[in-house]
Each structure stands twice: as C-alpha cells, then as structure tokens.
C-alpha cells in the first residue's frame, strides 16, 4: 500500500514544476544547463565512493592492488567467496534481525509516546521531550563501558538483546520526533465522524486513524531501520562471536589470507551487499525519508 | 518486551466521558502511553551513565579484579594531567571543525540544489540521499581503499608517489572528506526544512526592487532560516564530536588522528580499564552536554526542545 502510494504522488510531482515566465528560449535553456551542472556535480560526489566500492568488489584478487577504478579483469568470486565463510552469513542474519526487532519495538513505544505528545494535554510534557532531545545528543560511546560490564554481569553480552536494547533506546528520539510531527498533521476528527455514522470504536480506528497514521509509522520505520543497520559503535563493543556479530563488525574483522594482506575484495563484497538494503530503501522511499527528516528537524 | 505493546495498540481510542472527568482520564492515559518510551530511555541511558561516574571512582581493571577499590578523583586526575588526553581533545576539535564548517557550505548548496533544481528533482533528492543511509564503516572502508596508496585511484589521479594515508597531514584530509561525504546530506536535509519554509512571494518581491541573488540569500534566506541553521549545527557538531566509526577503520588512531572516542574505546576494550576508561566517557559526557548547553544558551532558545510544542 505505501510503495503504490509513494509511487503515485512522485508521479504526480514529477510534472514541471516551475515554468520561467520570461517567454526567452535563451534564458531557460541557460538556466537548464545551470541546474544539469549542478544536478551532475551533485550525483558524481555521492555516487563516486559507491561506484568505486562496487568496482573494487569486482576486481580478481590479483588486480585487486593495482589502483584502477575500473577493473581489468573481472570477478564474481568475491561475492562466492564471502557467502562461503559462516562469518558472512550469520553476520547478515544477526543485522537483518537484530535491525527488525529493534525497529519494530522502537516504532511501537514511539508511536504510543508520540501519539500522546501530538494528541493530549498532560503536565510534564516539556520534561518528556527534554529527555528526548537529551538521548538524541547523548554520545553513545560514554555508554560502552558500563554497558559492556553490565551485559556480561547479566549474560547479555554477545547477544542479540544486547543489541536491540541500545540500538532500540537510540532510535526513540528521531522516531518521537518524526511520529509526533507526522501525527500532529492527522485530522483526528475523522474517528469521531466515523463513530457518528455508526463505525465501533475499533472500527474507526482500524478503517480510518491507522491509514492515515501509516505513512508516518512507514517513514518513521524505515529511519528507525537505517539507523540501527548502520551502527558501528556497540556492534563491534558489545558483540565478539557469530553469535551477535552485525556485518559492520565483521566487515572490520575479516582475516586477510595472511596477517600481512588486506581481504580487499571480501571486504568491497560484503560492503556492497550491506549496502543494497538502503540503497533500495532510498530509492523507494525517498520522498518519505525526505519528508520525514524535514518535518522531524523543523518540529523538533 | 510483549508489555510495551499493550498500551500502544490501547492507544488511540481516548474515551470521551464527562469533562472533568475527562481531563484526568487524559493525563493517565498519557502517563500510560508515554512510560515505556521514557523509562526504556531513562534505563538505558542514565543508569550506565551513573554506573560510569561510579566506576570512575574506582580502580577497576578487569585484568586485575582483585584490586579493585574506590579511589576518589584519581582516575580524572590521571585522564587530565594526560598529554594524550589533551591531543585527542584537540584532534577531535580539528575534524569536528574543519568537518563540520565544509558541510555547512556544501549542505547548503546542496539544500539549495535539492529545493530549486527545475531538472531531475527527484533523482537528485534520492542519490544525494545515498551517502546519509549507506553504512559508516562501508563509507570509511570505500574512502580509505581509495585513499591507499596500495589500492586506491586517488594517490594515481593526484599523481602522489607516497602513500597519502601514511602521514598526519594525508590522513587528516581522507578522514575529513569522508565525514564531509556521508555527513553533508544530513546536514543539507536539515537545512531543507529551513529552505521550505521562506515564503516564495518575499523572495519575489524582493527580486523586483533589485536584490541580486546573493543578497536575496544573505539577507532574506538565511536570516529566516536562522532556525534550522542552529539545528543543524547543533546536531552535527555533537555527532561529529562524537567521529568513531571512520577513525575506527581507518587506522584506529594512528598518525596522530585518535579521537576522544577513540581513546575511550581503547582504554575500554583494549587495556580492559573500566575505571579510567569510565573516566574518559564522564569527561566526553560533560564536554558534548557543555557544547550543547552553549549552542542552545549561547544562540537563543530556537533549538530549544519547547519549539516543539509551539509550531
């Protein structure tokens, strides 16, 4: 429902936007050769370094060091070869897990938190989002200490709670911010319309309140996903077997043939399979992640 | 875990009753709804921050357990009468500098590209937003494999013969474009929420009495952008702050460019010091609270978390 949705209104967007009112070919062309040299500068500096690692990953072990940023002889070994060693694959399954798990209990206390924040009237309320901006500028680092030695004390050390906790705890204040920006903008007279017209409770809250509150929760879920897909931080802290490890981690442990080599193609390959997820989410959702870091930034 | 949903599927179906009633039936049901994201960040955040303070009193080395004893403030006295200590503060303050300043200019270009551009909007919105999402250790790997003599095309494009990664200077310039790479998006994104709210028509009417364009963004753009401006230094100034992953990867802290996080992690996890280690994170604790504390005093409540509730 949310992609046939993000498809439909970036079509509809699509159309020109602004038409120069000058009546001068001249002038708009100049104007168009602007934007396309700035459009193209602006697509070479963020694709280059994703190019390039793409391009390394497909290089044979051989022409691996010879500094060419096109291969000269090219390789699918690299990806075989990753997909072979359980350090690889068990480092994908924890990341896919750990991410999801993490994201969905994040997207649910936010969305009750939020809800409240955007819909009632309470005292503390200042407080509450004081903590939240609090935890959001916290550095993660001056956590790694304690927590390493308290998850070892209780046995969470090395496992995936271990992870989901903080990464869930750090993903709360963006998605606080994101869901109660996008809550605030729902007409909640709607549920009351529906009841009005007969509709139970639950059924004005199913059929109208949670579609219009998904978008919201999508874009939010998606943010929550990069977020803890990408951390480095507690991964490489608070993780030391395959049973936790997250690639980020392991892409930074890969053993190299001898102690002497660098596994660059191991490590370009299994860069650019950690990096297809959010590639993909980017190009799908791009809209939504836009406006939802827009709305959190200028809300919060 | 399975608690936390409760309340959020019971959310929003606020019965209406009598009105006083009403009221105080509110407040539960927000005091409900608000717990679980408020305790969970509460626990997980200020009780190891405690622990921390407490281990820092402390001489606690896991390599040697049984000496463990409370030992005052000897542990700060230690970090600060380190020279070590002192070069990662200021090697910190270099990269978050210099980093930061090159991704407020290129931000707001690139803000301006993503707000403006009347060709290929959407293509530019969605591949600008690639180096925000792509994974840290996957930015710092692809700069640092290209940046390496041994590997890389940029020492052959720059014609080096050296390996630039091999001294302060090199390394310093790798680490920093790195972080202006992934980081600019972000910051531009930010800046873009600034951008949408400068009413088209002032902009406008300014361009008939004459303003040239860079007047029109100095004088009307930036002034009414004032407020993103600040969230966004704010936010990547502490992150910044904070730069461990591209260190990390890069040579974790050789050739003079060890961060304060770097420090603390070593010290950590490496040297097993939980004592010292604790020591560091309080002290990099206070200084990231002391420049947030500046940037919300120091440049008016617009960064303020009350901004929240009043738009």
Known sequence: ?300 | MTAVAEPAAAAPKPRRRRLTERAREERRLAAMLVAPAAIVMIAVTAYPIIDAVVLSLQRADLRFPSANKFIGLSNYGHVLSAPVWWQDVFHTVIITVISVSIEFVLGMALALVMHRTLVARGLVRSIALIPYAIVAVVAAYSWELAWSLNSGWIPKLLGLTGDPLSHTFGTYVAIIVTEVWKNTPFMALLLLAGLALVPDELLEAAKVDGASAWQRFIRITVPLMKPAILVALLFRTLDAFRIFDTIYIFNQGAQGTESISILNYSTLLNRLNLGLGSAVSVLLFLLVALIAFVFIKGFGAAAAPGGATTR
């Open chain 1, 1 to 300: 429902m949310s992609v046939g949705e993000a498809t439909r209104t970036g079509a509809a967007r699509a159309t020109p936007r602004a038409r120069a009112r000058t009546g001068l070919v001249t002038e708009q062309t100049k104007r168009t050769i602007g934007w396309s040299g700035a459009v193209l500068l602006v697509l070479v500096f963020s694709l280059v370094p994703v190019v390039w690692i793409v391009m390394l990953s497909l290089k044979t072990p051989a022409t691996a060091t010879d500094g060419a940023f096109i291969p000269h002889q090219w390789t699918l070994s690299n990806y075989s070869d990753i997909f072979k060693t359980g350090i690889f694959t068990s480092a994908l399954r924890n990341s896919i897990g750990i991410a999801l798990i993490s994201t969905v209990l994040a997207v649910l206390l936010a969305s009750s938190a939020a809800y409240a924040i955007a819909r009632l009237d309470f005292p503390g309320k200042n407080v509450i989002l004081a903590v939240v901006l609090g935890v959001a500028l916290f550095p993660q680092i001056s956590l790694v200490g304690p927590l390493y030695n308290l998850w070892r004390q209780i046995g969470l050390y090395d496992t995936w709670p271990g992870l989901i906790i903080p990464y869930m705890t750090f993903a709360l204040p963006l998605s606080i911010f994101v869901l109660s920006a996008f809550f605030r903008e729902i007409p909640w007279e709607l549920e009351q319309a529906a009841q009005v017209d007969g509709a139970t409770p639950l059924q004005a809250f199913r059929k109208v309140i949670v579609p219009l509150a998904m978008p919201g929760i999508v874009t939010t879920a998606i943010l929550v996903f990069i977020i803890c897909w990408n951390d480095f931080v507690f991964a490489i802290s608070l993780t030391s077997t395959t049973r936790a490890e997250t690639v980020p981690a392991a892409i930074s442990t890969f053993p190299g043939v001898s102690q002497f080599t660098v596994p660059y193609g191991d490590i370009a390959a299994a860069a650019v399979v950690v990096t297809v997820p959010v590639v993909l989410l980017v190009l799908l959702f791009q809209r939504r992640i836009v406006s939802g870091l827009t709305a959190g930034a200028v809300k919060g």
